[in-house]
């Protein structure tokens, strides 16, 4: 398919582990979006990647939270230490460049449950 | 400061039924504005995308509005269906700025019931 996929859909882990989040966008797609996604809140930005520019960490809570993103294309979310608070649905999204009024693609989410 | 506001946080109709959806932005200079769909489970997914300079745009069963005087946009929804039953969401794209330059509401939960 052409759609944003993440991986997993489901994870389930205990308090204190660490946990990997993927993203792969849809191809072309310079723009990337991590957003977290409480149970009946609306999305939390954490970070934006666009092209070779330096990702805008400004959403991430804490320093627990880290992504990066390899060769412009997939994305890895990284949770060390989980606390139960970490317990939401992480939304990846990409987009054509910014400055274009083309829309965000979302993928279907990471459920994360903290034990 | 940044900010888009929704109206209703929920809204239960029946099935056939026209609704509007509200959403009110104090977002500054402004960009654009988008309408999403998000079924349960599920990512979101554009059903509009409005610049400065148009006032209404239709998707399907969907129009969208948009005064960007008064800073107020809605979402009309006609002849609703079962599977209108979803959040939707308005994001105003900010011109310029950070957080890639976005700012999400928090949804207004459609129940549409038969």
């Known amino acids: 398919g052409a759609g944003v996929s993440q991986s997993p859909s489901n994870k389930v882990t205990e308090k204190g582990k660490d946990v990997e989040l993927r993203c792969d966008p849809i191809s072309g797609h310079t723009a990337l979006y991590w957003y977290r996604q409480s149970l009946g809140q609306g999305l939390e930005f954490l970070i934006y990647?666009?092209?070779?520019?330096?990702?805008?960490k400004s959403g991430l809570p804490s320093d627990r939270f880290s992504a990066e993103r390899t060769g412009g294309s997939v994305s890895t979310l990284t949770i060390q230490r989980t606390q139960q608070e970490d317990s939401a649905v992480y939304l990846c999204a990409s987009s054509l460049p910014v400055g274009s009024n083309q829309p965000q693609h979302f993928g279907d989410g990471t459920r994360l449950s903290i034990l | 400061k940044n900010q888009v506001e929704q109206s209703p946080q929920s809204l239960i109709i029946l099935e056939g039924k026209n609704c509007t959806l509200q959403c009110n932005y104090t977002v500054s200079p402004f960009s654009n504005l988008r309408w999403y769909k998000q079924d349960t489970g599920r990512g979101p997914v554009s059903l509009t995308i409005m610049t400065f300079s148009e006032n209404t745009k239709s998707n399907g069963r969907y129009t969208a509005t948009l005064d960007a005087d008064t800073k107020q946009s809605s979402l009309h929804i006609t002849a609703s269906q079962l599977s209108d039953s979803a959040s939707y969401i308005c994001?105003?794209?900010?011109?310029?700025?950070?957080?890639?330059?976005?700012?999400f509401g928090k949804g207004t939960k459609l129940s549409v019931k038969p």
């Open positions: 994001v105003v794209r900010i011109y310029g700025g950070s957080q890639g330059n976005l700012i």
């Open positions: 990647f666009q092209g070779n520019s330096a990702p805008d």
